[in-house]
């Protein structure tokens, strides 16, 4: 019995059975994610910007005709440690909080050995794994991140436990380079009239003035943001946020802050070692006690 075509609803179309030339062709850019556009774009940014104060008459360009290479290649090494350090931050682990495949009772009873029963565990609502102390829930990593600080949009990535000091030692060095920067690209403008020239042959040079003068205030800002949230053994989104936090809103003042020199050693060295639960109910005995005194 012959099968005649199918009426015209019920015919299968390219978008379930097969896949037509124009979605072939579409098929590579669906493999570029939103994190390799923006690292990418960080990428050429830095390096277009680096051309472009070598191509001009600024120092750099004196410094080489005076046959100093030092300066020149002292730059290009602080753009290219700086660059690095940007992509390390950015792809790297920021300390995700592992997913235990243990039965619940097995990973209950490790947590009651490890955590002290003053601080009720916290099961994530999204990827419902125990939470510890300090940990949140990134909605756009979609993981939960240990010692939150923030999500990065420039990174594309969150930074927390594991890539905090990187990222302010990436903000320190890319504050060094972007002021470096600044005063090469204003050595090179040399005002003169008519404008119309001077706009053609100093134009691209002088946006990126204005671009790394604002990269610039921005950097600086973050870093003296962070640098304060380090000395006071704190983060971004606690700070933000410490009302919405319920460890924090039993407390009237931080209770993992250890004083400027433990704060920074701990930050940057992981000295004094110990767990945020732990620091946590040792403050609050201490403060038990004076109490009673």
Not at 158 to 176: D, I, K, M, T, W
Not at 194 to 206: A, E, K, M, V
Request: positive net charge.
């Amino acid at each position: 019995m012959a099968v005649g075509p199918l009426p015209r609803r019920a015919r299968p179309t390219g978008r379930f059975f097969r896949v037509g030339p124009r979605a072939e062709a579409m098929a590579p850019w669906a493999l570029l994610s939103h994190g390799v556009l923006v690292r990418t774009g960080h990428t050429v940014l830095t390096w277009g910007i680096t051309l472009v104060l070598f191509l001009h008459d600024t120092a750099l360009r004196q410094w080489e005709e005076q046959g100093e290479l030092l300066l020149p290649l002292t730059f290009l090494l602080l753009v290219l440690g700086s660059l690095l350090l940007y992509l390390a931050v950015s792809l790297m682990d920021p300390g995700y909080v592992n997913v235990q495949p243990q039965p619940q009772e097995e990973a209950k009873e490790e947590q009651t050995a490890m955590v002290p029963q003053a601080i009720p565990l916290r099961r994530c609502r999204f990827c419902m794994v125990l939470q510890p102390l300090r940990a949140r829930h990134c909605r756009e990593c979609r993981r939960c991140v240990r010692r939150y600080d923030h999500h990065c949009p420039w990174m594309e990535n969150c930074v927390g436990e594991r890539n905090h000091p990187l990222f302010v030692a990436y903000l320190a060095l890319q504050l060094v380079v972007l002021l470096w920067g600044l005063y090469l690209a204003w050595s090179g403008l040399h005002f003169f009239q008519p404008w119309g020239l001077w706009l053609r042959s100093s134009g691209l040079l002088f946006a990126t003035f204005l671009l790394l003068s604002l990269f610039s205030l921005v950097a600086g800002l973050l870093l003296a943001s962070h640098l304060y949230l380090v000395a006071s053994n704190t983060t971004t989104w606690e700070f933000m946020s410490s009302h919405r936090i319920a460890y924090l809103r039993q407390r009237p003042g931080n209770p993992f802050d250890r004083g400027l020199t433990r704060n920074v050693a701990h930050f940057f060295c992981g000295w004094p070692s110990g767990s945020w639960e732990t620091l946590w109910v040792e403050e609050e005995e201490k403060e038990g006690r004076s109490q009673a005194v």
